[in-house]
């Protein structure tokens, strides 16, 4: 069995980095009142403002 490998310190920070973007992106759609896809329990769902309003051919189920 082999040991997993920590990510270097460079990965790291653009995993961060990463994080923070898609994070801002998110919130900048939610203020906006848009709609944003996510993946939940193994399945693309859309959330959020007009969610209900998406066009159907994308293929997401509606929100909850």
Known sequence: MTQPVQPSP???????ALR???ADALEKK???GQ???VWEDGKPVMVG???GNAPPSLGV???R
């Open 30 to 32: 939610r203020r906006l």
């Open 49 to 51: 403002g007009e969610a």
């Open 61 to 63: 189920p509606s929100p």
């Open 35 to 37: 709609y944003a896809v």
């Open 10 to 16: 460079q990965s790291q920070e653009m995993l961060k």
């Open 20 to 22: 923070r973007a898609v």
